[in-house]
C-alpha cells in the first residue's frame, strides 16, 4: 500500500515487501549520503525530531538524512528546556508539534510512548525507541548492513548476544529476522532473556531459534553475531547490574573461532562489551553498521514524505 503517510511504531507495521522497498531505496541512497551527488526530494520539508532520552547516531543520522534530501529539521534534544518541565502531557507536546512540521520523530522513555504520540499527531510519527518497547529504524540499519555483508537476510545464522530483556533493538530485529527467514540463537544473562511476549511472537513464526548460556558454543555456526550492551539505565538498582555487568565480552580470542565470513554488528553506544582491537579485525561491522543509518533513514522519510525515494 506504499509507505507514504504512514506511522513507524513497530516493525511489525512493515511487511516484508515494505523493508525490501526500504532497503533497495536505501541502498540507492548511498552516493547521496555520501554527499557525491545532491538530491533534493525532500526540499521544503520540516521534520520534527522530539527526543526525550540520550541520542548520538539515531538523531544526527535522522538530521542528516533530512539534510541530504534538501529537507530541514526542527529538534527536541533535551526535554528539560521545553514545556515537558513545566507539566506538558506527551499528547498535548505532540499534538501541537504535529501541527509545524511534515512528521515526527519520537524518542521516550516510557514504552508506548509513540503508539500514544501516533493518537495525538495529525503526521505521521516514526517511533525511534520507546523505553525498552521498540526501535524499529536500527531494524532496518541493521537489516541493511547484513544486506550488504551477505547480500541476502534469509537463512543467515544470526546469534543475539547481551541484555535481550531490555535491549529495544533486538525486540524489533529478532521479530524482523523471523519474518525474514533467519535462523536465530540467543544468548544472555539467565537474568536478561528475551521478554516473554516477544518470545511468543518468534514462536509464532515457526522461526528456528535456539537458546545458549555461552556465546562460545555458537561461534563457529555463525554469519552474523549482534551485540548489545547492557541497559543499566532500565535496572531497578545498582546491586541488579553489578550481577551481570562485564558478564559477557566479544574479543579478539572468541573471533579466532569464528568463520571468516562473520560480521560483528552492534547498534552502540557500546561500554566494553566488544574490545577495541577488535575494531581492526575483518568482522567489525558496527562503525559501518552507524553509517548505513543516515541512507537508511533518507529511505525511509522519503517514502513516507514523499512516497518515492528517487
Ligand atoms: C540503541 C538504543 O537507543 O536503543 N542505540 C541506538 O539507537 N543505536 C542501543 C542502546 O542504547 O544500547
Same mark, same amino acid.
Given at each position: 500500500?506504499?509507505?507514504?503517510?504512514? *506511522?513507524? #511504531?513497530?516493525?511489525?507495521?512493515?511487511?516484508?515487501?515494505?523493508?525490501?522497498?526500504?532497503?533497495?531505496?536505501?541502498?540507492?541512497?548511498?552516493?547521496?549520503?555520501?554527499?557525491?551527488?545532491? %538530491?533534493? #526530494?525532500?526540499?521544503?520539508? &520540516?521534520?520534527?525530531?522530539? +527526543?526525550?532520552?540520550?541520542?548520538?547516531?539515531?538523531?544526527?543520522? +535522522?538530521?542528516?538524512?533530512?539534510?541530504?534530501?534538501?529537507?530541514?529539521?526542527?529538534?527536541?534534544?533535551?526535554?528539560?528546556?521545553?514545556?515537558?518541565?513545566?507539566?506538558?502531557?506527551?499528547?498535548?507536546?505532540?499534538?501541537?508539534?504535529?501541527?509545524?512540521?511534515?512528521?515526527?520523530?519520537?524518542?521516550?522513555? %516510557?514504552?508506548?510512548?509513540?503508539?500514544?504520540?501516533?493518537?495525538?499527531?495529525?503526521?505521521?510519527?516514526? %517511533?525511534?525507541?520507546?523505553?525498552?518497547?521498540?526501535?524499529?529504524?536500527?531494524? /532496518?540499519?541493521?537489516?541493511?548492513?547484513?544486506?550488504?555483508?551477505?547480500?541476502?537476510?534469509?537463512? $543467515?545464522?544470526?546469534?543475539?548476544?547481551?541484555?535481550?530483556?531490555?535491549?529495544?533493538?533486538?525486540?524489533? #530485529?529478532?521479530?524482523? $529476522?523471523? #519474518?525474514?527467514?533467519?535462523?536465530?540463537?540467543?544468548?544472555?544473562?539467565?537474568?536478561?532473556?528475551?521478554?516473554?511476549?516477544?518470545?511468543? *511472537?518468534?514462536?509464532?513464526?515457526?522461526?528456528? &531459534?535456539?537458546?545458549?548460556?555461552?556465546?562460545?558454543?555458537?561461534?563457529?555456526?555463525? *554469519?552474523?553475531?549482534?551485540?548489545?550492551?547492557?541497559?543499566?539505565?532500565? +535496572?531497578?538498582?545498582?546491586?541488579?547490574?553489578?550481577?551481570?555487568?562485564?558478564?559477557?565480552?566479544? *574479543?579478539?580470542?572468541?573471533?579466532?573461532?569464528?568463520?571468516?565470513? $562473520?560480521?560483528? /554488528?552492534?547498534?552502540?553506544?557500546?561500554?566494553?562489551? &566488544?574490545?577495541?582491537?577488535?575494531?581492526?579485525?575483518?568482522?567489525?561491522?558496527? +562503525?559501518?553498521?552507524?553509517?548505513?543509518?543516515?541512507?537508511?533513514?533518507?529511505?525511509?522519510?522519503?517514502?513516507? $514524505?514523499?512516497?518515492?525515494?528517487?
Amino acid at each position: 500500500m506504499g509507505l507514504k503517510g504512514r *506511522d513507524l #511504531l513497530s516493525i511489525r507495521d512493515l511487511s516484508k515487501e515494505d523493508i525490501e522497498e526500504i532497503l533497495k531505496a536505501a541502498h540507492r541512497m548511498l552516493p547521496y549520503a555520501e554527499g557525491k551527488k545532491v %538530491n533534493h #526530494l525532500l526540499d521544503g520539508k &520540516i521534520l520534527t525530531l522530539a +527526543f526525550f532520552e540520550p541520542s548520538t547516531r539515531t538523531r544526527l543520522s +535522522f538530521e542528516t538524512a533530512m539534510a541530504r534530501l534538501g529537507g530541514t529539521s526542527v529538534t527536541i534534544a533535551d526535554a528539560s528546556v521545553t514545556s515537558v518541565k513545566k507539566g506538558e502531557t506527551l499528547h498535548d507536546t505532540v499534538r501541537v508539534i504535529s501541527q509545524y512540521g511534515d512528521a515526527i520523530v519520537l524518542r521516550h522513555p %516510557n514504552e508506548g510512548a509513540a503508539r500514544l504520540a501516533a493518537r495525538a499527531s495529525a503526521k505521521p510519527v516514526i %517511533n525511534a525507541g520507546d523505553g525498552t518497547g521498540e526501535h524499529p529504524t536500527q531494524t /532496518l540499519i541493521d537489516l541493511a548492513a547484513m544486506q550488504e555483508a551477505f547480500g541476502k537476510i534469509a537463512g $543467515l545464522r544470526v546469534t543475539l548476544l547481551g541484555d535481550l530483556k531490555y535491549g529495544r533493538t533486538v525486540h524489533s #530485529l529478532a521479530r524482523a $529476522l523471523a #519474518l525474514f527467514g533467519a535462523r536465530l540463537v540467543v544468548s544472555s544473562p539467565p537474568s536478561l532473556r528475551l521478554p516473554v511476549e516477544v518470545r511468543e *511472537d518468534l514462536d509464532r513464526t515457526g522461526v528456528e &531459534i535456539r537458546e545458549i548460556p555461552k556465546v562460545e558454543d555458537a561461534i563457529q555456526e555463525t *554469519d552474523v553475531l549482534y551485540v548489545t550492551r547492557i541497559q543499566r539505565e532500565r +535496572f531497578g538498582d545498582d546491586a541488579e547490574y553489578a550481577e551481570v555487568a562485564g558478564s559477557y565480552r566479544v *574479543d579478539l580470542p572468541l573471533l579466532a573461532r569464528a568463520p571468516e565470513r $562473520l560480521v560483528v /554488528l552492534h547498534p552502540l553506544p557500546r561500554i566494553g562489551e &566488544i574490545g577495541p582491537a577488535v575494531d581492526d579485525s575483518p568482522h567489525a561491522a558496527y +562503525f559501518r553498521q552507524a553509517f548505513l543509518g543516515v541512507p537508511v533513514r533518507m529511505a525511509l522519510l522519503a517514502l513516507t $514524505l514523499a512516497g518515492r525515494a528517487s
